[in-house]
């Protein structure tokens, strides 16, 4: 089967151009597709013969600590949002008033943990907040 014809035909890859290079120039080459939007060398080969724009990503390994914590809380977060929805529930089911200052109790004391949990997030956001405006 065929290939399908480009709306665009002027943005075809329809010839063939080779070169060699050495090693040291392979890898660095690779090395740059791999931490840019390139999926291979040929593409960025492509975008630099064309003076495309090539956007490089760059992951800062200060950051790794307090990407780990900013997952934990909000995996927290989520477990006490489903708690929170349990206790609901429950809530709604029980008729008897007795049971239900049981659940409003609950509940206050799951919301005292997502107050615990804001204040580490605007803790940890103070200080992402001075490290990108010191840059």
């Not at 060699?20 to 890898?27: A, F, G, L, P």
Request: glycine share 2%.
């Amino acid at each position: 089967m065929p290939r399908r014809k480009s709306a665009k035909p002027e943005e075809v890859l329809s010839h063939v151009i080779r070169a060699r290079v050495t090693e040291t120039v392979y890898k660095r080459l690779e090395q740059i597709s791999k931490n840019s939007d390139c999926y291979s060398v040929g593409r960025l080969a492509r975008k630099i013969l064309s003076r495309e724009k090539i956007s490089l990503f760059h992951k800062d390994k200060t950051m790794d600590a307090t990407m780990e914590e900013l997952a934990l809380i909000r995996k927290e977060l989520r477990a006490i949002g489903v708690n929170i929805n349990q206790i609901t529930r429950s809530f709604n089911q029980d008729k008897a008033e007795t049971h239900r200052a049981f659940y409003v109790l609950k509940v206050a004391d799951q919301y005292k943990k997502v107050d615990e949990r804001v204040e580490q997030l605007l803790t940890i956001i103070s200080r992402l907040a001075e490290r990108w405006l010191q840059k």
